[in-house]
């Protein structure tokens, strides 16, 4: 299994950032995953996650409204859409699945498979 996430950069508050995860070794469409972040001081939080093949979604409440996960079968990535970017959004942002794609929570220790992560920096 794994995972490369990619797409981070400088972004002015009020813009907007796409981030990809593309996976290998497994098929995305039968496995949970879902996209966390990790701000300096801070611990690493869930911020969007898919439930497997029922394509339930989680969010978290301080992006609800501005972040749409998706998902690409095809090409076995999945996105993260970040739209009206705050400055509090500043983070490395990661992707993650749990072992044998069993959803666990869209939480930190519910997923066992990291990918490195991608910086967003939301400044003017």
């Known amino acids: 299994v794994q995972l490369q996430a990619s797409g981070g950069g400088l972004v002015r508050p009020g813009g907007s950032l796409r981030l990809s995860c593309a996976a290998s070794?497994?098929?995305?469409?039968?496995?949970?995953i879902g996209w966390f972040r990790q701000a300096p001081g801070k611990e690493r939080e869930g911020v969007s996650c898919?439930?497997?093949?029922?394509?339930?979604?989680y969010y978290a409440d301080s992006v609800k409204g501005r972040f749409t996960i998706s998902r690409d079968n095809a090409n076995n990535t999945i996105y993260l859409q970040m739209d009206s970017l705050k400055p509090e959004d500043t983070a490395v942002y990661y992707c993650?699945?749990?072992?044998?794609?069993?959803?666990?929570?869209?939480?930190?220790?519910?997923?066992?498979?990291w990918g490195k992560g991608t910086l967003v920096t939301v400044s003017s």
């Open positions: 070794g497994f098929t995305l469409d039968y496995y949970a």
């Open positions: 898919l439930k497997g093949r029922d394509a339930t979604i």
């Open positions: 993650a699945t749990p072992w044998g794609g069993w959803y666990r929570g869209c939480r930190a220790d519910g997923m066992d498979y």
